[in-house]
Every structure is written in structure tokens, then in C-alpha cells.
């Protein structure tokens, strides 16, 4: 881990904090969240995680021919630009996306320090190239200490992702994961963390296939606490599947094949103030002999969750 940085407003003062609002004014001239088009209330992007094998001008190119608004880049470790490269390969990243008329204003990160010197640059690089919005890192459970406790650690160092996060221009948001090892598996978890916080630069990544699996009947009330709080959503599918040595197990598969309520849902959605992305998952496998194959399969999987999804959100007025 790189060395923490004991004083964040030194930081701040190091790198001019005006000359990242005057970056972030012109950067959000390219496509964003604020210039979606007119009657599209609901974005829908491509987590890149997901076209990850391509270069940028590729994903790009494709993100737009399989029917994307924007993409959330995954600017983490392993991702589709590396932390300790932000500030070269990020800008490339955005510049591909604006050529192809693809929305980029948000990022998937390993951020979870604000006093980590990575984080903070990787923080003031988001902010210099107008991705507003970003995914923190999250926190697992010490299954031998005290819930209540561990929050309590936790909510320091969420205080401080606020702070330089509001200073900086930009919103953060917690996703919640199923797994009894996640902090957040449960959506009360995260609101704990966060509710007595500028909300208006936190919040949540509001997975409802995450909320179901962990909430079966109450993904309801979930939703209910997430949407006021909702930076992003996230959107897969599932369906319980039970194997002789596993036993009963979440398996992801194609939209509309298994057990969210999207209708249910997406009139919870439509009732709220949320009008932000939404972001599409893919972890289910696709078949192919060969990576050619494998290829033209996984595009057409995707094509065709597009497709779902924005029935979906028509039939709510979302789209």
C-alpha cells in the first residue's frame, strides 16, 4: 500500500484546487450525465470491466455499435487504466469515448483512503478529466470483532473520501454486494456509514440483483433506502441453482431470465428523483469454442440485455 499522506489539505493546496475546477468546467464538455440526450431520463452504460480486452478506441467503437449511452471505466488495479497511470492513459480513455459520442463521467475504483497519496491522485486526475462520479472500494467483515464496532472504524475514513470528494467536485458512491464478508451486503450497512454525510457527495451504487439475492421479498425496502441516496445503478440478473457439493447458489444469468421484479422495480425507479446511469453487469458465462466465437457471442449477449433493458425502461417512462 502506498504511504499515507498526514495532511490532506496539504494536498489539496499542492495541487490547485482552482485549477481542477477550471479542468473539470471545460472536461464536461464532452458527454456526460448532463448532456444526455432529450427523452433518454435513464443512460444506460457499460461497466468496461466487460470489453475490458479492448483498447480504448475499440471499446469505444463498440460500446456505441452495441447501443450504449456511456461507459463507467474501470480505474483500478488490473483494469482498463491502471491507478498509477491515470493521469497518462485516463485522458486517452475519455478521448476515445468522446470520438465515439459515448458518455463518460464515471469510473469504477480502488479508492477507499483519502489520505493514501494514490487515491488522492487518482481523485484529482478523475476530477481534471470530468468523471464526476466513481465507485469507492469496499470493506469486508472481521467475522471475530463487533459489527457496530468495525462501522465505527470504517466511518472516519468514509468522512474523509466526503470531504476531499465535495473539494474536489466529485460524488462518490458504495455498491452493495451479496456475501455475508461484505460490508454493505446489506444496504443498512451503507446508509450507517454514510446518512449524517454530505450526501450530495455520497452515495449509493444501488445493485438490485445484489439487493434480491440478499433480500429475497425485502429488495423492496432496500430500494426504498437506496434511490433517495442513489449516485448510480447497477442492473443483472439471477436465479438460485443447487449443486451437490455447493448446495443452493446465486447464479447470474441474461436479463429478464431470472428473479428481479424489473417491472416492480423500475416503477420504485420512475417514483424516485433518480434520473443518473444505469449501469449493466454481464457475469454470467458465455459459451465458444473459440475466443473468435466466445467474441461474437458475448456481443450478442450483450445486444441482447441491451434490448431488455430498455423495454424495461420504456415501459416506465425512463427511456
Known amino acids: 500500500m502506498a504511504q499515507s499522506d498526514p495532511s490532506r489539505r496539504k494536498f489539496l493546496a499542492s495541487s490547485g484546487t482552482a485549477a481542477v475546477g477550471a479542468a473539470l468546467t471545460a472536461a464536461h464538455m464532452a458527454p456526460s450525465l448532463q448532456a444526455t440526450p432529450a427523452g433518454k431520463r435513464l443512460p444506460i452504460y457499460i461497466f468496461s470491466k466487460h470489453l475490458q480486452w479492448l483498447d480504448y478506441e475499440a471499446f469505444a467503437k463498440t460500446a456505441k455499435t452495441i447501443g450504449y449511452d456511456g461507459a463507467e471505466v474501470t480505474l483500478r488495479s488490473g483494469g482498463h487504466v491502471e491507478p498509477e497511470r491515470a493521469a497518462d492513459d485516463l485522458p486517452r480513455f475519455v478521448e476515445a469515448c468522446k470520438k465515439h459520442d459515448i458518455a463518460i463521467d464515471l469510473a469504477c475504483t480502488n479508492i477507499k483512503d483519502a489520505n493514501n497519496k494514490l487515491d488522492q491522485n487518482v481523485m484529482r486526475t478523475m476530477a481534471e478529466n470530468g468523471i464526476k462520479y466513481y465507485r469507492l472500494n469496499g470493506w469486508r467483515w472481521d467475522f471475530d470483532k463487533d459489527i457496530h464496532q468495525q462501522l465505527r472504524e470504517i466511518k472516519p475514513a468514509v468522512r474523509d473520501i466526503v470531504a476531499l470528494s465535495k473539494e474536489l467536485g466529485l460524488k462518490a458512491a458504495y455498491q452493495n454486494h451479496s456475501g455475508a464478508q461484505y460490508v454493505g451486503s446489506a444496504v443498512w450497512d451503507i446508509y450507517e456509514l454514510i446518512h449524517d454525510l454530505d450526501t450530495e457527495h455520497i452515495g449509493y451504487s444501488f445493485d438490485i440483483g445484489h439487493a434480491t439475492i440478499e433480500g429475497g421479498y425485502n429488495w423492496v425496502n432496500s430500494a426504498r433506502v437506496a434511490l433517495p441516496l442513489a449516485k448510480s445503478l447497477v442492473i443483472k440478473d439471477f436465479l438460485w441453482t443447487h449443486t451437490e457439493d455447493r448446495g443452493w447458489r446465486a447464479a447470474w444469468c ?27 453487469h454481464f457475469e454470467y458465462p458465455t459459451p465458444g469454442n473459440t475466443h473468435v466465437n466466445w467474441y461474437k457471442a458475448h456481443i450478442k449477449d450483450q445486444q441482447k440485455d441491451v434490448a431488455t433493458l430498455k423495454k424495461w425502461l420504456q415501459q416506465a417512462n425512463l427511456y
Open 254 to 280: 441474461s436479463l429478464g431470465d431470472g428473479m428481479i421484479d424489473a417491472p416492480k422495480y423500475f416503477d420504485m425507479v420512475a417514483k424516485s428523483d433518480y434520473r443518473g446511469p444505469i449501469m449493466m
